[in-house]
């Protein structure tokens, strides 16, 4: 074919072209993923009733993980999250890094200062073993 696919369905049933070489599978991303072209839009089935896809681009993603963050969690519990994200984003890219804060801030202050003082803490010891880091 002349033209690469480039959408967000892959590893399906019988996946043997390449898997689109490992690109990010999720929408929406900071890795040139495919954009939304709305001339390719499904189109509205009716049926018994109207079908159609829902844009869910002003729904509140935060409330619900806050509410969780401070009425569910105990501080044990909290202490043990923030290290689980701290320790796996403080190897992103900065603008990964601070896209995601930002997101946790937005679902608690807290939350969001103590995922970003953790990877500080963590980039920070980093430092000193980087030339181990590059030689493994």
Same mark, same amino acid.
């Given at each position: 074919?002349?033209?690469?696919?480039?959408?967000?369905?892959?590893?399906?049933?019988?996946?043997?072209?390449?898997?689109?070489?490992? $690109?990010?599978?999720?929408?929406?991303?900071?890795?040139? $993923?495919?954009?939304?072209?709305?001339?390719?839009? &499904?189109?509205?089935?009716? $049926?018994?009733? /109207?079908?159609?896809?829902? /844009?869910?681009?002003?729904?509140?993603?935060?409330? &619900?993980?806050?509410?969780?963050?401070? &009425?569910?969690?105990?501080?044990?519990?909290?202490?043990?999250?923030?290290?689980? *994200?701290?320790?796996?984003?403080?190897?992103?890219?900065?603008? *990964? &890094?601070?896209?995601?804060?930002? #997101?946790?801030?937005?679902?608690?202050?807290?939350?969001?200062?103590?995922?970003?003082? #953790?990877?500080?803490?963590? #980039?920070?010891?980093?430092?000193?073993?980087?030339?181990?880091?590059?030689?493994?």
């Amino acid at each position: 074919y002349r033209a690469s696919v480039r959408n967000y369905q892959r590893d399906g049933p019988m996946n043997v072209n390449g898997n689109q070489e490992g $690109g990010p599978n999720y929408f929406p991303n900071s890795f040139s $993923g495919p954009n939304v072209d709305r001339r390719w839009k &499904q189109t509205k089935v009716t $049926g018994t009733l /109207d079908i159609d896809r829902h /844009d869910s681009a002003e729904e509140d993603d935060f409330n &619900q993980a806050g509410i969780f963050w401070r &009425q569910v969690l105990s501080e044990e519990e909290r202490e043990r999250l923030v290290d689980n *994200i701290g320790s796996h984003l403080c190897n992103a890219q900065k603008f *990964i &890094q601070e896209r995601a804060i930002r #997101n946790f801030t937005a679902a608690d202050p807290q939350y969001g200062k103590r995922i970003q003082q #953790n990877i500080n803490r963590r #980039n920070k010891g980093a430092e000193g073993n980087m030339s181990v880091q590059a030689n493994l």
